[in-house]
């Protein structure tokens, strides 16, 4: 396993609309800030962002090809492995990680969050575990986003680090783990055991934008979690404030209060010049769909989906991160692959049940690339 220092131990200790938007976009993709490790002012620092894929499930150490991994300020990663399914990314730059989405990639019904996140003045480090549909750990790669702070674009991204608080009563997510392009305080606010609403200020004329959510648990060797997004919509009340419905369950698709990362992106978000996401309901009977925008997603089989999204050629693949978004039972849904193919990205989406069984499901993917 990996030894953690006293400092980033402390951050993974702390405590602990119904109406679905349908959304579509091609964006070129946003990103964070960069700045000291330590807690610092989020709206004044310069933006950083990057990802990378854990393409060797197995190896003990290795740096991803170039052509698999990113960082705006050129900071190089490197992943180790310690236990089954539990790995370190080494980014070479200090920096605070303000949000974090992992998906587990290849094999249907892999799933993959955060387990924990620190730093020092060299490198910062970003833990992630990953497990199978029956709850066990596993070697397996994955898709992992980081950004820090972000641009004037409308976005936002928070830590929602009170799994437990108390019903009803809203918290704001701190400077160093929140960030609002409006200026807004992001708030959280648990309904009920495993459900949460975010409030994000400012940013609800811009409802048809994308959110990713990744559950966070800092445990040394836990059970598996998940996170979904039930809803994101302006709310009645406050138009100008976006609202986002959050459901958590445990590895048996029980509620269960974690702790997560949600990051809500728009078409405006502008530090990567190629990028797509958006929410699509495959509710509705059809093997192929066209979304527009250039986007076509066709399913090929029961829970089985292919996204293609119109691109300039280039060497690097970039990442994709999807997350499942749906009222009804919990569904897990992960990346099958991302390639390229006559000047187009392509990315693949399977979604299983908590058994492990393919199922049509309703999802939110988002696709960022470097160049």
């Known amino acids: 396993m990996f030894e953690r220092t006293k400092n980033e131990r402390l951050h993974g200790d702390r405590a602990g609309v119904a109406r679905l938007v349908t959304a579509l976009m091609v964006f070129a993709m946003l990103a964070g800030g960069l700045g000291a490790w330590s807690p ?66 290849g094999a249907p019904g892999n799933s993959c969050f955060g387990n924990n996140y620190g730093g020092d003045g060299a490198e910062t480090r970003l833990w992630v575990r990953c497990w199978t549909a029956a709850g066990e750990g596993v070697d397996s790669q994955f898709s992992l986003y980081y950004a820090s702070n972000g641009v004037t674009a409308p976005t936002a991204y928070l ?21 609002n392009a409006a200026g807004g305080a992001n708030t959280v606010t648990r309904l009920d055991v495993g459900r949460y609403e975010v409030a994000l200020p400012g940013l ?22 998940g996170c979904s997004v039930l809803a994101w919509l302006p709310f009645d009340a406050a138009p100008a404030d976006l609202w986002v419905e959050v459901n958590c369950v445990d590895a048996n698709g029980a509620p269960a209060d974690v702790q997560f990362f949600l990051a809500y992106y728009t078409s405006s978000s502008v530090a990567a010049t190629a990028g797509a996401n958006y929410w699509t309901d495959v509710s509705v009977n059809g ?34 991160l999807a997350t499942t978004v749906t009222s009804n039972d919990p569904v897990w849904c992960s990346v099958s692959d991302v390639g390229l193919d006559q000047g187009n990205a392509v990315v693949g989406v399977r979604c299983v049940d908590v058994n492990g069984q393919p199922v049509d499901a309703d999802y939110s993917m988002t696709w960022a690339r470097s160049q």
């Open 159 to 179: 830590f929602a680090e009170l799994a437990d608080n108390a019903v009803g009563e809203a918290y704001g997510t701190s400077d160093n783990s929140s960030w």
């Open 204 to 225: 609800g004329a811009n409802a048809l934008g994308n959110v990713q959510v990744t559950p966070y648990t800092f445990v040394e060797a836990g059970a598996r979690v």
């Open 287 to 320: 093997s192929e769909r066209y979304i527009g925008d250039g986007l076509q997603v066709t399913a090929t089989g029961t829970g089985v989906y292919r996204i293609t999204i119109p691109s300039p050629d280039s060497d690097h693949f970039g990442t994709a």
């Open 40 to 105: 610092v002012e989020a709206q004044g620092d310069a933006p950083v962002w990057g990802y990378v894929w854990g393409n060797d499930a197995t190896a003990a150490s290795y740096t991803p090809d170039a052509v698999y991994q990113f960082n705006s300020a050129g900071a190089q990663a490197t992943i180790e492995r310690g236990l089954v399914g539990e790995y370190i990314v080494h980014i070479a730059a200090p920096f605070t990680p303000y949000t974090v989405q992992v998906t587990a990639y």
